[in-house]
């Protein structure tokens, strides 16, 4: 189930926010049984500014059905063909009717900002780049990322 992890963030069929603060769930091509394979990425800032992802969990999911909705979903694979058939394999419908693909939405974060004297909340929204090889190369970098994670455990 480890070696699977870069490909399913590298390849991912949908993301989802999940109720973890800062926290998404990235789902692939990738089954154990009749289950599928779901990564948990929690994504922060450093004090520069810098993106921080990190490996939360990996797990396979039988509630798949739960944490991915209309309202949760990020992202679903523009191969629609084979976004479909992982749905129907899941059992489950796609969210938004099957009528959007690619990136949905951005992901809201919730990020804190530390300060010698206090510390605050504040919002942001990490935005999403739109071109297809601005999106190859974030896929890249961020599974590049994860496999540097995860082989310092």
Not at 4 to 23: K, V
Request: glycine share 6%.
């Amino acid at each position: 189930m480890l070696l699977a992890i870069p490909d399913i963030i590298a390849h991912p069929i949908a993301i989802s926010q999940y109720s973890q603060e800062n926290t998404v769930s990235v789902f692939g091509n990738c089954f154990v049984g009749s289950s599928p394979m779901m990564v948990g990425i929690t994504i922060s800032k450093d004090r520069a500014g810098n993106d921080i992802t990190k490996v939360r969990t990996y797990n396979a999911r039988k509630d798949v059905g739960r944490l991915i909705t209309d309202e949760t979903i990020l992202y679903l694979s523009e191969n629609k063909r084979n976004t479909q058939s992982w749905f129907q394999a899941c059992g489950i419908q796609v969210p938004l009717g099957g009528n959007q693909f690619g990136y949905i939405r951005s992901i809201t974060q919730n990020l804190y900002k530390s300060k010698k004297v206090s510390s605050g909340n504040e919002s942001h929204s990490v935005s999403i780049p739109f071109s297809e090889e601005a999106k190859a190369e974030k896929r890249k970098k961020f599974a590049e990322s994860i496999v540097k994670n995860t082989a310092a455990l």
